[in-house]
């Protein structure tokens, strides 16, 4: 995706249809019904204002940050979504963790049943003892996942890219908090069966064919908020 | 995704849901050289003879690109082919039976594809007529009126012996744009030898060195001295015309256009003397139609070699010299015949010296012979325009208005929004500072989530508590 023309005072929207979009248009089931909006500032760099003060910053963020075109894959096409919190003098957000045994990784084994599995725990976090605050809690959580190497057993996912082979799993909390008053819950991640030798030679790490190594994104329903983490295979 | 109740998503309102249609106008301009050119020309010879000799392949049509065809980049523009009526002179003067009960006409072997050529015309009266038995008319008043005039004699508006254009939808998209169409076009062949031998000149076959060989040019010494020793390839069929052009236009569509069974049409005119309507286009089908008796010199001699069913090499041209010149060289292999020119071989005649464009050319010549002359010599070659106009596209709008009141969308998910003890960065600790966003992207979602859109600021646009902002996002169908 190439930068959008920035030069005018005119602010310019380009729109397009995601995959997801298209293939609904092309269903010719009517399920394209825009229902929600929501912003995001994928390209934004707050840090501009911690560097050079809140006037300053603002205006070198709406100034010196270029806009790459708009993104047709759905799934990568918004990263950071704006929220709207009932109360506007929030200064503190909570987080995402999602751990295993405490690491902030899961590592999963080929060879031996025991390691095939990893059971997950997400939470929403503040720092500090603080409490989320009110809307920035989320119900439910969408995890992404390569359906190739990795699958949430006894679940099926509501949605997958059929070339990219990312799988989407709802997860829902439920009425579970931590200490934080955010939400807690778990899962497990398994290794799809049929993970060959063969999987590994093609998708396996460059330098390493007996690891493969991907990404798992869990992102909250209701906020927006989201975690990636790092998932590594081996073969043995 | 289970619910979206949350704050990032918000609910688009029925009525913030509007939908408006507008049109998209694109000028297509299409050089000389593309038509000229036959690498830019694209054949497909599906129409095979049997019979005598070789036989001859042509197209139906040909394919004008702008660019060399073989490439992938390149983008077809229109289509060219040319068409006979059944009331045609050129039908007419050569047709030797119907069959009576078919109603198959026959032609003599001197012709090609006749039937071919008459068939494309009532493809294309099928089509934008209706009626496949129907005849184009310019101007298009008359259109499928009667073939004759007051008189008996035949109607001049009705066109006999059609050029047809027609343009791809890439160019032309949902329709041609009244008053946009112009093209320039040489109505003259190239005054080669065969043209200039007849020009103002009666034919004389005396002199001939006793073959009673046609002679073709004055005598040396006598008059204009003609290079004679020209080779039989030689012809004003392969030459650019290098005068004559005018410029045919649809000026006067925007108050003259009519509706057919083929969607909106209006005469073509020629620019000098817009009472000159010498075709049609059809805006909606993007097809244009030329009266080949009005944008060409009908009667204009024509000499070259063609196609043609001719079983074996016609040889020993230049034994025989006419007023001191060899009367032509060079030999013509099977399955090509010569027209424009006799020649003689051992005192047997060949070809009809006396060949006009109509009806001659256009009877003898095949679809391709017939295109490759009128695209190859009657656009020039150069890098001037040769075909312009605009088309239309309608496009569908959907225009979403996407509503941010002053109290939503002022918090932020991006990782640098806040900071490792997940303090917001854009708020100074112990200020009763609001905090801000930046939207750089809109996403429009379905009921259960999933993007089904998405649209880009050129630039990010500040949100807090003091403002409300409304993002227009147009969807294009």
């Given at each position: 995706?190439?930068?959008?023309?920035?030069?005018?005072?005119?602010i310019?929207?380009?729109?397009?249809?995601?995959?997801?979009?298209?293939?609904?248009?092309?269903?010719?089931?009517?399920?394209f019904?825009?229902?929600?909006?929501?912003?995001?500032?994928?390209?934004?760099?707050?840090?501009?204002?911690?560097?050079?003060?809140?006037?300053?910053?603002?205006?070198?963020?709406?100034?010196?940050?270029?806009?790459?075109?708009?993104?047709?894959?759905?799934?990568?096409?918004?990263?950071?979504?704006?929220?709207?919190?009932?109360?506007?003098?929030?200064?503190?957000?909570?987080?995402?963790?999602?751990?295993?045994?405490?690491?902030?990784?899961?590592?999963?084994s080929?060879?031996?049943?025991?390691?095939q599995?990893?059971s997950v725990?997400?939470e929403?976090t503040?720092?500090?003892?603080?409490?989320?605050?009110?809307?920035?809690?989320?119900?439910?959580f969408?995890?992404?996942?390569?359906?190739?190497?990795?699958?949430?057993?006894?679940?099926?996912?509501f949605?997958?890219?059929?070339?990219?082979?990312m799988?989407?799993?709802?997860?829902?909390?439920?009425?579970?908090?931590?200490?934080?008053?955010?939400?807690?819950?778990?899962?497990?991640?398994?290794?799809?069966?049929?993970l060959?030798?063969?999987?590994?030679?093609g998708?396996?790490?460059?330098?390493?064919k007996?690891?493969?190594?991907?990404v798992?994104?869990i992102?909250g329903?209701q906020?927006?908020?989201?975690?990636?983490?790092q998932?590594?295979?081996?073969?043995? | 995704?289970s619910?979206l109740?949350?704050?990032?998503?918000?609910?688009?309102?029925?009525?913030?849901?509007?939908?408006?249609?507008?049109?998209?106008?694109?000028?297509?301009?299409?050089?000389?050289?593309?038509?000229?050119?036959s690498?830019?020309?694209?054949?497909?010879?599906?129409?095979?003879?049997g019979?005598?000799?070789p036989?001859?392949?042509?197209s139906?049509?040909?394919t004008?690109?702008?660019?060399?065809?073989?490439?992938?980049?390149?983008?077809?523009?229109?289509?060219?082919?040319?068409?006979?009526?059944s009331?045609?002179?050129?039908?007419?003067?050569?047709?030797?039976?119907?069959?009576?009960?078919?109603?198959?006409?026959?032609?003599p072997?001197?012709?090609?594809?006749?039937?071919?050529?008459?068939?494309?015309?009532?493809?294309?009266?099928?089509?934008?007529?209706?009626?496949?038995?129907?005849?184009?008319?310019?101007?298009?008043?008359?259109?499928?009126?009667?073939?004759t005039?007051?008189?008996?004699?035949p109607?001049?508006d009705?066109?006999?012996?059609?050029?047809?254009?027609?343009?791809?939808?890439?160019?032309?998209?949902?329709?041609?744009?009244?008053?946009?169409?112009?093209?320039?076009?040489?109505?003259?062949?190239?005054?080669?030898?065969?043209?200039?031998?007849l020009?103002?000149?009666?034919?004389?076959?005396?002199?001939?060195?006793?073959?009673?060989?046609?002679?073709?040019?004055?005598?040396?010494?006598?008059g204009?001295?003609?290079?004679?020793?020209?080779?039989l390839?030689?012809?004003?069929?392969?030459k650019?015309?290098?005068?004559?052009?005018?410029?045919?236009?649809?000026?006067?569509?925007?108050?003259?256009?009519?509706?057919?069974?083929?969607?909106?049409?209006?005469?073509?005119?020629?620019?000098?003397?817009?009472?000159?309507?010498?075709?049609?286009?059809?805006?909606d089908?993007?097809?244009?139609i030329?009266?080949?008796?009005?944008?060409?010199?009908?009667?204009?001699?024509?000499?070259?070699?063609?196609?043609?069913?001719?079983?074996?090499t016609?040889?020993?041209?230049?034994?025989?010299?006419?007023?001191?010149?060899?009367a032509?060289?060079?030999?013509?292999?099977?399955g090509k015949?010569?027209?424009?020119?006799?020649?003689?071989?051992?005192?047997?005649?060949?070809?009809?010296?006396?060949?006009?464009?109509?009806?001659?050319?256009?009877?003898?010549?095949?679809?391709?012979?017939?295109?490759?002359?009128?695209?190859?010599?009657?656009?020039?070659?150069?890098?001037?325009?040769?075909?312009?106009?605009q088309?239309?596209?309608?496009?569908?709008?959907?225009?979403?208005?996407?509503?941010?009141?002053?109290?939503?969308?002022?918090?932020s998910?991006?990782?640098?929004?806040?900071?490792?003890?997940?303090?917001?960065v854009?708020?100074?600790?112990?200020?009763?500072?609001?905090?801000?966003?930046?939207?750089?992207?809109?996403?429009?979602?379905?009921?259960s989530?999933?993007?089904?859109?998405?649209?880009k600021?050129?630039?990010?646009?500040?949100?807090?508590?003091?403002?409300?902002?409304?993002?227009?996002v147009?969807?294009?169908?």
């Open positions: 995706m190439g930068f959008l023309d920035h030069s005018t005072n005119n310019i929207l380009d729109a397009v249809l995601t995959d997801a979009g298209r293939r609904q248009l092309a269903a010719n089931k009517g399920d019904r825009i229902a929600y909006f929501s912003l995001a500032d994928d390209e934004v760099d707050y840090s501009l204002i911690t560097k050079f003060g809140r006037a300053i910053g603002k205006e070198k963020i709406s100034k010196n940050t270029p806009i790459f075109e708009a993104q047709t894959n759905a799934q990568i096409a918004l990263k950071n979504r704006l929220l709207s919190l009932p109360d506007p003098t929030v200064t503190r957000l909570p987080s995402i963790t999602a751990s295993v045994a405490g690491t902030e990784s899961i590592t999963l080929r060879l031996t049943a025991a390691n599995e990893a725990t997400l929403q503040m720092t500090g003892g603080r409490t989320i605050p009110d809307g920035a809690v989320d119900s439910s969408t995890v992404i996942m390569p359906d190739r190497f990795v699958k949430l057993p006894d679940r099926s996912f949605a997958i890219d059929e070339i990219s082979r799988a989407s799993y709802t997860i829902v909390a439920g009425g579970q908090r931590n200490a934080s008053g955010g939400a807690s819950t778990s899962f497990r991640v398994r290794i799809t069966s049929g060959d030798d063969e999987m590994f030679d998708f396996g790490d460059q330098g390493n007996s690891q493969i190594s991907s798992i994104t992102i329903n906020t927006g908020f989201r975690k990636d983490v998932v590594s295979i081996t073969k043995t | 995704m619910t109740t949350g704050g990032s998503f918000k609910r688009v309102a029925p009525s913030d849901i509007v939908t408006r249609k507008s049109n998209l106008n694109q000028l297509v301009d299409i050089i000389q050289e593309d038509v000229s050119g690498a830019t020309r694209r054949k497909y010879q599906v129409f095979v003879t019979g005598v000799g036989g001859v392949t042509s139906l049509f040909q004008v690109y702008d660019q060399d065809f073989t490439l992938q980049t390149s983008n077809a523009i229109f289509d060219m082919t040319v068409g006979l009526s009331l045609s002179q050129v039908v007419t003067s050569s047709r030797t039976a119907t069959d009576a009960a078919t109603g198959k006409m026959l032609f072997s001197q012709t090609l594809m006749m039937r071919e050529k008459m068939d494309i015309y009532r493809q294309y009266a099928k089509t934008l007529l209706g009626n496949a038995d129907s005849k184009f008319f310019a101007p298009v008043t008359t259109i499928d009126t009667s073939d005039n007051a008189a008996g004699d109607n001049p009705r066109i006999d012996e059609a050029l047809f254009f027609s343009f791809r939808r890439l160019f032309s998209r949902d329709k041609i744009k009244k008053e946009t169409f112009a093209m320039r076009f040489y109505m003259s062949a190239s005054e080669g030898p065969g043209s200039f031998e020009d103002g000149v009666t034919p004389s076959t005396s002199g001939d060195g006793g073959g009673g060989l046609y002679r073709h040019a004055p005598r040396h010494g006598q204009t001295s003609i290079d004679l020793r020209t080779p390839s030689s012809s004003n069929i392969d650019t015309s290098i005068s004559g052009s005018v410029i045919l236009t649809d000026i006067g569509a925007a108050t003259n256009t009519t509706t057919r069974f083929g969607g909106e049409v209006c005469s073509i005119v020629r620019s000098d003397d817009t009472s000159q309507r010498v075709g049609l286009v059809f805006y089908h993007g097809t244009v030329l009266d080949l008796k009005k944008i060409t010199s009908a009667s204009q001699h024509m000499s070259g070699v063609l196609d043609g069913m001719s079983g074996g016609i040889s020993g041209l230049g034994t025989n010299t006419v007023g001191g010149y060899e032509a060289l060079g030999s013509l292999p099977a015949v010569h027209i424009g020119r006799q020649i003689k071989s051992d005192h047997n005649k060949y070809g009809n010296a006396n060949a006009k464009f109509i009806p001659d050319f256009l009877a003898s010549g095949s679809i391709d012979n017939i295109v490759d002359h009128i695209a190859g010599s009657r656009f020039q070659s150069g890098s001037l325009t040769a075909m312009t106009f088309n239309i596209t309608r496009i569908n709008s959907t225009l979403i208005f996407c509503r941010a009141t002053a109290d939503e969308f002022n918090f998910t991006n990782p640098t929004y806040t900071d490792n003890s997940g303090d917001i854009a708020i100074e600790t112990g200020t009763n500072q609001r905090s801000f966003t930046f939207p750089t992207t809109i996403g429009l979602h379905d009921e989530g999933t993007v089904l859109a998405v649209a600021l050129s630039r990010p646009v500040e949100k807090n508590d003091e403002k409300d902002v409304t993002f227009r147009r969807l294009d169908f």
